[in-house]
């Protein structure tokens, strides 16, 4: 009973700290983005022009395979610091949107000791201007779109749909 009722707990701070905005995931690294002195995120320019790279290449029509490859030739090392990247680790970079300096809370829920894709189970948090972009809303919305657009069952996919205005 002692141990539900810490869960319990430990799940309602992490709650409180998406809604108003205190959650340590704001800050949390991602490639591109070094930790700043104070915890704050900071570009770090080379992974920075990488990711920039990566966008650009997609949106001119180049598949994740054919990016994996230019990266590869580059000598470009994955952020698990391999020498070659994989195609999820691409996607999930080409949805990220804290490359433009928005943070999108609760993104994924655990549910039964399960990590699932939060689909409007349960509230999202956004924030915006957490830290600097390196890509603009405008690029990574016409990527998102672009990525609608190459899936094989658009009927069948719920988009998550960032619109920055």
């Not at 704050?40 to 920075?48: C, Q, S, W, Y």
Request: glycine share 8%; net charge positive; charged share 30%.
């Amino acid at each position: 009973m002692k141990d539900i009722e810490k869960s319990k707990s430990i799940r309602d701070g992490l709650r409180k700290g998406f809604q108003d905005g205190t959650s340590k995931m704001v800050q949390r690294r991602c490639y591109g983005y070094d930790a700043g002195p104070d915890g704050e995120l900071v570009i770090n320019p080379d992974e920075a022009a990488v990711v920039c790279w990566i966008f650009a290449r997609y949106l001119d029509g180049d598949s994740l395979g054919k990016i994996v490859a230019g990266l590869e030739e580059q000598g470009v090392r994955s952020p698990a610091g391999k020498p070659r990247w994989n195609r999820e680790a691409l996607n999930k970079l080409l949805s990220n949107e804290k490359y433009t300096s928005w943070v999108l809370l609760q993104k994924s829920i655990s549910i039964g000791g399960s990590k699932i894709k939060n689909d409007g189970f349960m509230d999202r948090y956004l924030y915006s201007d957490t830290h600097e972009d390196i890509i603009s809303d405008v690029v990574f919305n016409a990527t998102q779109e672009e990525k609608f657009k190459r899936t094989k069952y658009p009927e069948n996919t719920i988009a998550m749909n960032l619109r920055f205005q």
